[in-house]
């Protein structure tokens, strides 16, 4: 698990912004996931990516952005057009069948 | 695409005791299907899974069932401890083709009193 780095661990977010959460893995993984875990639920796929330069939208992508030019990166932008961006944000990587997290994102609207 | 439910939402055991929760899925092509403990503010972590091709997973005090043909998991805790109080999430996948990504269930906040 220690091998996927997200930061911030903390972010705010005024009204009106786009904020961009980072995730960097060092695992050599080519899958990786963006999930959201809003409190006291599950965790929602956003966007997820196979291979670079190729990414997908998952179950709740809209108001949210990702890319994936480095096989070891893949950013997050939360959007203006996310109405309700507060939550937890959790990125994943998996090589073969497990799949692991990083330690998580706190974003904040203000 | 795939849906997961989880029941119950929380349970409360005595110490000791044994503690079930439940998961069905849709899909009848989901094949791997893992279990994560998270604490709060923390990341899941996982604490076992299973492969379609397996009817039962065994480790230590945990043990996970899976019947394919009704699409439904459970999660065993044996001789619950206090420290086993946390949310436990069950999810499912087709793995090694497609999307593989995970699709959870809603959660279960188990709280094992002393």
């Known amino acids: 698990d220690g091998g996927i780095t997200q930061s911030p661990k903390y972010l705010f977010r005024k009204e009106g912004q786009n904020v961009t959460l980072s995730c960097e893995q060092n695992l050599n993984h080519d899958a990786m996931y963006w999930y959201r875990q809003d409190p006291g639920q599950g965790l929602r796929l956003i966007y997820y990516?196979?291979?670079?330069?190729?990414?997908q939208k998952g179950d709740i992508a809209e108001g949210y952005s990702v890319s994936r030019e480095k096989k070891e990166s893949f950013p997050l932008t939360v959007t203006s057009a996310q109405k309700n961006p507060t939550a937890f944000y959790l990125c994943?990587?998996?090589?073969?069948?497990?799949?692991?997290f990083g330690e998580g994102s706190w974003l904040t609207v203000v | 695409g795939e849906n997961v439910e989880q029941h119950p939402s929380t349970l409360s055991v005595q110490e000791g005791d044994s503690a079930v929760i439940k998961c069905t899925y849709s899909d009848s092509a989901s094949n791997y299907f893992p279990w994560y403990k998270q604490e709060l503010g923390k990341r899941p972590q996982l604490i076992i899974d299973?492969?379609?091709?397996?009817g039962e997973k065994k480790d230590q005090r945990i043990a996970v069932t899976l019947n394919k043909t009704a699409k439904h998991f459970s999660l065993h805790i044996t001789e619950t401890q206090p420290e086993d109080s946390a949310v436990y999430f069950c999810a499912a996948s087709i793995q090694d083709t497609g999307r593989r990504a995970l699709t959870f269930g809603s959660g279960t906040r188990l709280q094992v009193q002393p």
């Open positions: 994943a990587s998996t090589g073969g069948n497990t799949i692991y």
């Open positions: 299973i492969r379609s091709n397996v």
């Open positions: 990516s196979q291979i670079v330069n190729d990414f």
